[in-house]
Each structure stands twice: as C-alpha cells, then as structure tokens.
C-alpha cells in the first residue's frame, strides 16, 4: 500500500490524480474549469491539508480573483464530485487520494507538520457500521481522522530537534 508517508514518485500521483479528476468531470457531464482545476494542482502539491484562505491567497497570486467565493466555490465542486475532502480536524481540505472509487476515507493526520495519507481502512468502516447497526443506526458516511506523528516528525522529535 502506498501513503503519503513513504517514498514514491509525486509527480506521477499529481499526474495521475489530474487525469481522474478530467475523467470523472467527463463522466458527470461537468466542466473542470481552469479555477477549479488550479484549485486541485494547488492541494495535489503536497500531501497536506490547506486552509480556503490559503487556496485563495495561491488563486490570487495566479490571477484567479480576489474575493473568498472563487477558493469556496471551486472547493465545494471538488469535494461534491469526491475529488477533495475536508478536513475538519484542521478546517482545511485536501485532494483525495482514491478519487472516482467508492471509499470511506480515513486519514492519518501529523499534528506537527499537517501532512495527511489517506489510506484504505475497510476493516475500521466495517466495525463502524457494524457498531452503528446493533445501535439500529444505519451510516451514510464516515470519515475517520487518526491525529499523531507522520515518521519525519517522529524522527524529528526522537532526535530532539523540533520543527
């Protein structure tokens, strides 16, 4: 399984994401325009989350607009088509990592530096749901976020440095 925390080729994940996002917008029948798709190249460059003024602040500086409903509204597309989600424990969003396939996401949350791995957890949704039904709950979406330290900061803060 690959996660943001271990190494692999990021541009190819980025070009990858772009080519399933352009695929999905086809198959809904909507466009992918250029301030929503700057808005995905923006949360594609890392694997962290951003907060909407920080997505703006880089729309601004690409001549998107100044005003906070062209990041909210490009936003609230990504995440209704299932292309980024929000994370509340940080007010913030990121891409998704599993865009175009059925999935409850469950994200691994550095306090530190803010990085996100959103990664497959079907036995932890199936305990949910499970738990949910005895309760004669029935769930139409969950999302897990598990806070702690991605391995660089573990590193970090095993050798005594803070960062």
Request: with cysteine; aromatic share 6%; charged share 15%.
């Amino acid at each position: 399984m690959t996660n943001a925390f271990q190494p692999h080729n990021h541009s190819q994940c980025s070009a990858h994401a772009l080519t399933q996002a352009a695929s999905l917008c086809a198959k809904q029948g909507v466009r992918l325009t250029p301030v929503r798709q700057r808005t995905l190249e923006i949360l594609l460059e890392d694997h962290r989350a951003m907060g909407a003024y920080e997505v703006l602040d880089r729309l601004i500086a690409d001549g998107f607009g100044k005003q906070p409903p062209v990041a909210y509204r490009a936003l609230e597309f990504l995440v209704d088509l299932g292309l980024v989600h929000r994370i509340n424990r940080l007010n913030a969003f990121a891409a998704c990592a599993h865009a175009g396939e059925a999935h409850a996401p469950t994200f691994l949350i550095c306090q530190t530096c803010h990085s996100i791995a959103e990664i497959p957890a079907p036995r932890l949704q199936d305990a949910i749901n499970a738990t949910a039904t005895e309760c004669g709950f029935r769930v139409e979406f969950a999302s897990v976020e598990a806070i702690g330290l991605c391995p660089k900061c573990q590193h970090t803060a095993g050798s005594g440095i803070t960062a």
